[in-house]
Every structure is written in C-alpha cells, then in structure tokens.
C-alpha cells in the first residue's frame, strides 16, 4: 500500500488542479478562437448558427438541417429523434445546441452525462419564441450581441410581413397535409408549426378537431373544406401532384378540389420558425390573396 506525506498529498491535489485549469484555459481560448466544435440539431438551429455568421464553429449537424446549402457538406448525425450517442460523440463536439425535444431521451440523457455542455433550445411558433431562440443559441455561442442584433432585425422583419399582409374578404381556409401516402392524409391540427404559419399569414387552420399531427378521417376532411391545400415541396409519396390529391375521396369535393388549389413551400421555411419566417409569411400571404 502507497502512503503519501501531507506535503506530498498536497502536492498532487494541486497537480490535478493544475491540469484541470490549464484544460479549462485552453477550452476557454479554443471558443475565442471559433474552434470547430459544435454540433446543431434541429433546422431552425442550424439556421440560425449560420445567420449569426458561426457556421466555422460546426462540426456536424442533424438530416433536418438541409438549409443554406452548405451545411449539407458537414457530416450528418442522423435524424434529431432517433440520434445515438455515438454518432454525436464521434465528431468530437465540446458544444451541442439542439432544439427541445430530439431524442431517444435516453440518447440525450447520455451525452448530458458526458459534461459536455448541451443546449436546449425551446420550440414555439410565435415571434417572441423566435427571438429567443436566436438570443439563446447567441449567448451559448457567446455572440450575444450579434444575436440581439439578428433577433431585432427579425422580429422587425416579421411585424412588417404580417402589417402588409394582403387580404380578401374571409380568411381563407388551409389544411396543412404532412403526407397523402396510401390515399391517408395526415394534417395539421391546431399547436402545430403548420397552423401557426397559416395564421400568421392570414389563413385559418381548416382542421380544427384535434391538436398535433393526425390521420385524418375522410369525412372530417370533406367537412374540414379547405380554401387551399397546402404541402411540403419534396419529392416523394408523401407528396402529392395536384390531379392526383385532388382525386382522393376526402378532398375531390372540397373548395380547393373545384380549384385545383394546392400550395407547395419548402418545409423548413415555412415550418422551422427562424430566420425565415417573414419570407414565409409573404409567400404563403401571396398564395392565399395574390400579390398586393
């Protein structure tokens, strides 16, 4: 058995104290620096990490974050509910910033366990939730006044979307369909990111029965009748061309099947509530009531 003196004992505390410092010091000076070593997950995360000019501090990022373009080049983590911890660790991240609830939880729970330091970025679909996000992914990244910057231009950016919004006698009516996958929609009800960017562009949720993402049963649907569908634009069968959506017994005698009204945005436009939300108001406005 090794017995260690007081003044020998002494000495080795303050060797590992030593150490502990010079890796804090260094940590400290690699953020100054920008060092690559965040990774993102969600797309409005990503997003804003580049709006806030730190996209060289990213090491990787989740398959949500397709936007801008470039953050396609980083190596991808997987999708944002169903991550492994080590593929996140793999990268060799000292920062995660993640919008609330990626997972599995137990997955999260994990790389929390690591100490490395994991932001949580609550999701909401109003302004002032988008605000937030920005200031908190600032001040995670320690750019705290670019990001009251950026927050105010885009909250500005946004109150003049919905001031000049265009209009035309009732709101129009939009049902937000996720997928026509097998002749079943699954739509938007209300608390969705979807409902809340048709309200905020001056539409109303068609779907009014129930909260959250649905299979939507044909007759509530039929009696649902949108002004307007409106869909993600990908490829795919969950997407759908208008002949064919319209042509589906629970939309064929709906107001938008008489006008083969469908609507098609890029999904994280207009569902990721970033910095691209007043682009999305306008554009969904413009559909819904023509240009000004």
């Excluded at 993600?232 to 208008?242: F, I, K, L, P, V």
């Amino acid at each position: 058995m090794i017995r260690l003196t007081y003044p020998a004992l002494f000495a080795l505390i303050l060797s590992f104290f030593g150490v502990g410092l010079a890796w804090t010091t260094g940590q400290q000076a690699a953020a100054k620096e920008g060092a690559a070593d965040v990774v993102s997950i969600g797309n409005a995360v990503t997003e804003i990490v580049y709006a806030l000019g730190q996209e060289h501090r990213l090491v990787a990022r989740d398959s949500t974050s397709t936007y801008p373009a470039a953050a396609q080049d980083l190596p991808n983590i997987g999708y944002m509910r169903a991550l492994s911890a080590e593929g996140v660790l793999s990268v060799g991240p000292n920062l995660i910033i993640s919008t609330e609830g990626a997972g599995p939880p137990e997955v999260v729970d994990v790389l929390k366990s690591t100490g490395l330091n994991f932001i949580e970025v609550p999701e909401g679909y109003t302004p002032e939730a988008i605000s937030e996000k920005i200031l908190i992914i600032g001040r995670a990244l320690e750019v705290e006044d670019a990001a009251e910057t950026l927050a105010a231009e885009v909250t500005a950016d946004i109150a003049a979307a919905m001031r000049n919004r265009a209009e035309g006698g009732a709101p129009k009516r939009v049902m937000f369909v996720m997928s026509a996958q097998g002749g079943k929609l699954i739509a938007a009800g209300q608390d969705t990111s979807a409902g809340a960017i048709i309200e905020l562009a001056g539409g109303v949720n068609a779907v009014d029965g129930y909260s959250g993402w649905k299979t939507i049963e044909d007759e509530a649907a039929t009696a649902a009748a949108p002004d307007f569908v409106l869909m993600m634009s990908r490829a795919g069968n969950h997407s759908a061309d208008a002949e064919t959506l319209f042509a589906l017994p629970s939309l064929s005698t709906t107001p938008a099947a008489q006008n083969s009204a469908l609507i098609k945005m890029e999904g994280q436009k207009a569902l990721g509530f970033g910095p691209r939300t007043a682009e999305a108001i306008r554009e969904l406005n413009t559909a819904l009531y023509g240009a000004e």
